[in-house]
């Protein structure tokens, strides 16, 4: 659930960048909260899942809310979403190969 309310949320920060139709805008702005809210209540009742989201998954969902939703759009953890998350990630695709490499070179060198 956090995986799609983070996706959910960069798609905003994304469009909110090139959308011109404030009409439309906020239509999808509303369909977004609505996802994410919804995630939230289903996620959280074991009527409806048999797994309950953790209570960290349920914290970073209330924290995409709070960045489509605010004024601003907290400008300081757009940033984070949209630059240094995929920095993070390629840093550690990049370590994770050079692990493997390590393991291959490692292995060959035992046989």
């Given at each position: 659930?956090?995986?799609?309310?983070?996706?959910?949320?960069?798609?905003?920060?994304?469009?909110k960048?090139?959308?011109?139709?404030d009409?439309?805008?906020?239509?999808?702005?509303?369909?977004i909260?609505l996802?994410?809210?919804s995630?939230?209540?289903?996620?959280?009742?074991?009527?409806?899942?048999?797994?309950v989201?953790?209570?960290?998954?349920?914290?970073?969902?209330?924290n995409?809310?709070?960045?489509?939703?605010s004024?601003?759009?907290?400008?300081?953890?757009?940033?984070?979403?949209?630059?240094?998350?995929?920095e993070?990630?390629?840093?550690?695709?990049?370590?994770?190969?050079?692990?493997?490499?390590?393991?291959?070179s490692i292995e060959?060198?035992?046989?």
């Amino acid at each position: 659930s956090a995986v799609l309310g983070t996706t959910l949320t960069k798609l905003f920060l994304r469009l909110k960048t090139v959308h011109k139709d404030d009409q439309e805008f906020n239509g999808l702005t509303a369909e977004i909260l609505l996802m994410i809210t919804s995630l939230i209540r289903a996620g959280s009742d074991p009527r409806i899942t048999k797994i309950v989201i953790d209570e960290d998954s349920t914290n970073h969902l209330w924290n995409c809310i709070y960045i489509i939703s605010s004024q601003d759009n907290a400008a300081e953890l757009t940033d984070v979403y949209l630059s240094e998350c995929q920095e993070s990630f390629k840093q550690a695709s990049e370590a994770q190969k050079k692990s493997k490499d390590m393991m291959s070179s490692i292995e060959a060198k035992e046989t």
